[in-house]
């Protein structure tokens, strides 16, 4: 089993930054190597949408958060990072950590096994 523990989320007026944490851990867990992480988010009355993921050997970011939002991972510390910059009121959503194992770091949600209880990020105009 893997468990995901999101931090870091909270009220930034637009314009602002914020940086996200994702730790893994588990029982059965060894390496966030071994697992394409990615985040989500799901606004109220909205669909989860994806906005980055990392892989092994590569990142993806969303086109609505790209030269905005950077994903990065810190092995050492079996955590992954969303810095945000520059966010928007349209940002606001709840931010949701997922593994895959030895996954592509797809932006569909239906391939990660794995969920966090999500961080919520409000971004006031």
């Known amino acids: 089993q893997v468990q995901l523990a999101e931090s870091g989320g909270g009220l930034v007026q637009a314009g602002g930054s914020l940086r996200l944490s994702c730790a893994a851990s588990?029982?059965?867990?060894?390496?966030?190597?071994?697992?394409?992480m990615a985040w989500f988010r799901q606004a109220p009355g909205k669909e989860r949408e994806f906005v980055a993921a990392i892989s092994w050997s590569s990142t993806r970011h969303a086109d609505s958060v790209k030269d905005r939002f950077t994903i990065s991972k810190d092995s050492a510390k079996n955590t992954v990072y969303l810095q945000m910059n520059s966010l928007k009121p349209e940002d606001t959503a709840v931010y949701y950590c997922?593994?895959?194992?030895?996954?592509?770091?797809?932006?569909?949600?239906?391939?990660?096994?794995?969920w966090g209880q999500g961080t919520q990020v409000t971004v006031s105009s």
């Open positions: 997922a593994a895959d194992y030895d996954g592509p770091g797809s932006p569909s949600p239906d391939m990660y096994e794995y």
């Open positions: 588990g029982r059965t867990f060894s390496t966030i190597n071994s697992y394409a």
